[in-house]
């Protein structure tokens, strides 16, 4: 990987895991291994904004999910991300997301999040295999009948067709949303929920039936039945090598055969993709149901 887009990477690690402390240039340089004034200049052509901005934007949406999820006070969530004052911090939040936090706090309502990632190398990593073999577990989950937020595209049927289509941001809007998983998802439509017929992957937030909250504005409801599900997870991975984790998921998926536990493929319900987290590994689920008979 070429070393600045790795040096700007390190920096990202280096401000996800310190978001609660002082970060300085000095410390990005540092994490960077280039002077302050070549870290800066990279960071901000490859990520499109100054660390300042950067890092700002991420505490103002690391506070949104505590107001949200957590009985805090303003105060409390303004001094833990080292904003000055409350007052400073009630400008900038009102800036980023157009309302008071403390009226967020009594009335979360869906907010643009900002979402980093980690930015990309310039070689395309979304093909390829792993080198060892390495182990997918698949298990049954049962899901319930939900409904689902989605954004949908014009005619994307993979991520990156659907961000060029919609954008990145969707994703951080979503995670403003409270799930029954605690997490978005994104979804491959069977053709009966596709609209129009050619946009066959979307993003979305899963709630129950009973969501009565605020849809934003060009986001629409879908209604999903229970259904069964087998779950593929892969091994842990490196970031840069997501590409290849997704890779190993579809070839197991593609050698799975259901039947041995008395099931086939449900191609009425969409197939499910959780975020690409190194950590945990790759998820995939895709739908099932028990045979006749």
Not at 5 to 29: K, S
Not at 204 to 231: C, K, N, R, W
């Amino acid at each position: 990987m070429d070393e600045r887009i790795e040096a700007v990477r390190r920096m990202q690690r280096y401000i996800n895991g310190h978001l609660d402390e002082a970060i300085t240039p000095a410390d990005l340089a540092a994490a960077s291994l280039f002077s302050p004034w070549y870290a800066r200049r990279l960071f901000e052509q490859h990520t499109g904004m100054s660390p300042a901005k950067y890092i700002r934007r991420l505490k103002l949406s690391r506070s949104a999910l505590r107001l949200r999820d957590e009985t805090c006070k303003v105060l409390d969530v303004a001094m833990d991300l080292g904003f000055g004052s409350v007052d400073g911090y009630q400008r900038a939040f009102r800036a980023e997301f157009g309302l008071n936090p403390k009226e967020y706090a009594k009335h979360p309502v869906p907010v643009w999040l900002f979402v980093p990632y980690l930015i990309e190398s310039n070689k395309d990593k979304r093909s390829g295999h792993m080198e060892t073999v390495r182990n997918v577990f698949i298990q049954v989950v049962n899901k319930p009948a939900r409904k689902v937020i989605i954004k949908r595209g014009v005619k994307a049927d993979n991520y990156w067709d659907y961000s060029a289509e919609v954008g990145c941001d969707v994703w951080g809007l979503l995670t403003s949303i409270p799930t029954l998983s605690g997490e978005p998802v994104c979804l491959w439509l069977p053709e009966h929920l596709r609209s129009p017929k050619e946009n066959v992957y979307v993003q979305g937030a899963e709630v129950s039936t009973d969501y009565d909250g605020v849809v934003p504005d060009g986001f629409e409801v879908i209604e999903l039945p229970a259904a069964q599900y087998l779950m593929f997870q892969g091994e842990p991975f490196a970031e840069e090598d997501y590409g290849k984790a997704i890779q190993e998921i579809w070839e197991a998926q593609r050698k799975y055969d259901p039947s041995v536990i008395g099931c086939t493929w449900d191609n009425s319900n969409p197939r499910i993709q959780l975020e690409p987290i190194g950590a945990r590994g790759y998820i995939e689920l895709v739908a099932v149901k028990k045979n006749a008979g």
